[in-house]
C-alpha cells in the first residue's frame, strides 16, 4: 500500500493534477436535485455539494441533527495536512476536517452549519456514547476495541505508524531500533502508543496531543515521537530543518469516521458516500495531503465495519 515517499510525491501531484480538472461529482446520498451542482461547486470552490431534502430512516444521529438544525463533529486541531485549526486566521483544513464537512454537505449542511469540536484521542468514543457529537473525524484508526462502544464508517484512509526523530539523529532509524534507553512520546489512548508498549522496550512519556510531544522532542526531552505517519509527515514538512520521519511504516491504520454504535442507517449512509464519491475524496486528497508522499489510494469501505 505505502509508496516510496519521492515517487509517492511524484504520483500525488498527478492526482492533484488529474482531481483538479476531474472534482465534479454531485453529492451521493441525496434523495434528489442534483441539478446544476456543478454550477454550485464553482461559486462555493468545494468539491462536494450540500444535499437537499435529505431523509435517512432510522437513525438516531440524523434525527438529532434535524431537530438541532446544525452538525456537531469531533474533530482535531493540531495536526497539520490533517485536522488543523490555525491560531490566527481561525481557518480549520486537512484532510479529515474536509471529509467533516463532506459528509455534513452529505446530511444537507453547509460551513455555517457545523460545529467543531476538538476532541483528544483519548476522549472520542465517550464523546460519542454521550452524543456530545454527532461524529468524529481525526485520525481514528478502526479497532475491535473501539467497536465495543461505538461504530465506524469508512475506511476511507488507510496510513502507517511510524516514527518522527531530530533531523540529525543517526541512531533511530526504525521502530527495530528503539532501546530501553529511548523516550518515546505518543498521544493517550492511541494505538501509537499502545504499540510501543507493546511491541518496543522503549519508555514512553503521553500527552493529550501530539503537537506537545512534537515541542518535547525539538527541545530534547523525548528522542521520538510516535503517531501515524500521515501525521507525522505533516509535521515533518513544517519544520524539516529540525525533523524527520525514519523507517517504514510498522502498522495499518485504517481511518474511520466514528459514529454512534447501532446507528446502521447513518453508517450506511456515510459508506455510501465515500463508495459513489471517487472524485470528491481525490479532490480533498490532493488539496490536503497531495505533496505529502503520502498513499493516494481510495480504500474501498468495509461494510462490516
Ligand atoms: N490512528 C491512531 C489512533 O486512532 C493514532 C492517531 C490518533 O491518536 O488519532 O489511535
Not at 511524484?10 to 465534479?24: D, Y
Not at 505517519?229 to 481511518?255: H, T
Amino acid at each position: 500500500m505505502r509508496i516510496n515517499r519521492i515517487g509517492g510525491a511524484v504520483a500525488a501531484f498527478a492526482v492533484a493534477a488529474l482531481a483538479l480538472t476531474g472534482c465534479n461529482s454531485g453529492t451521493p446520498g441525496a434523495t434528489d436535485d442534483s441539478t446544476g451542482d456543478a454550477a454550485e461547486e464553482t461559486t462555493s470552490g468545494t468539491p462536494w455539494t450540500v444535499a437537499e431534502d435529505v431523509t435517512i430512516e432510522g437513525s438516531p444521529t440524523f434525527d438529532a441533527i434535524s431537530d438541532r438544525g446544525s452538525v456537531v463533529v469531533g474533530v482535531k486541531e493540531d495536526q497539520p495536512g490533517l485536522g488543523f485549526l490555525d491560531p490566527a486566521t481561525g481557518e480549520r483544513t486537512g484532510f479529515d476536517v474536509d471529509v467533516a464537512r463532506w459528509i455534513a454537505a452529505s446530511l444537507g449542511y453547509d460551513e455555517d452549519d457545523i460545529e467543531f469540536q476538538p476532541i483528544a484521542s483519548a476522549n472520542r468514543e465517550q464523546a460519542l456514547v454521550n452524543g456530545d457529537i454527532d461524529y468524529y473525524v481525526g485520525t481514528y484508526s478502526i479497532t475491535d476495541k473501539r467497536k465495543e462502544q461505538i461504530a465506524f464508517a469508512g475506511p476511507y484512509f488507510i496510513t502507517g505508524q511510524g516514527l518522527l526523530v531530530a533531523a540529525d539523529n543517526e541512531d533511530i532509524t526504525g521502530i527495530d531500533a528503539l532501546t530501553a534507553d529511548h523516550v518515546v512520546c505518543s498521544a493517550t489512548g492511541s494505538t501509537s502508543v499502545q504499540r510501543i508498549k507493546d511491541e518496543t522496550p522503549a519508555q514512553t512519556k503521553e500527552y493529550d496531543t501530539y503537537s506537545t510531544c512534537v515541542e518535547d522532542l525539538k527541545n530534547n526531552q523525548v528522542d521520538a515521537v510516535t503517531t501515524d505517519e500521515a501525521i507525522l509527515i505533516g509535521y515533518a514538512a513544517q519544520d524539516p530543518e529540525n525533523l524527520k520521519v525514519v523507517g517504514e511504516p510498522f502498522s495499518e491504520e485504517r481511518y474511520g469516521v466514528g459514529i454512534a454504535k447501532g446507528d446502521t442507517a447513518l453508517q450506511e449512509y456515510i459508506n455510501t458516500m465515500f463508495t459513489d464519491g471517487g472524485e470528491v475524496w481525490e479532490a480533498i486528497f490532493s488539496k490536503n495531503l497531495g505533496a505529502s508522499g503520502v498513499s493516494a489510494d481510495q480504500p474501498e469501505v468495509d461494510a462490516a465495519e
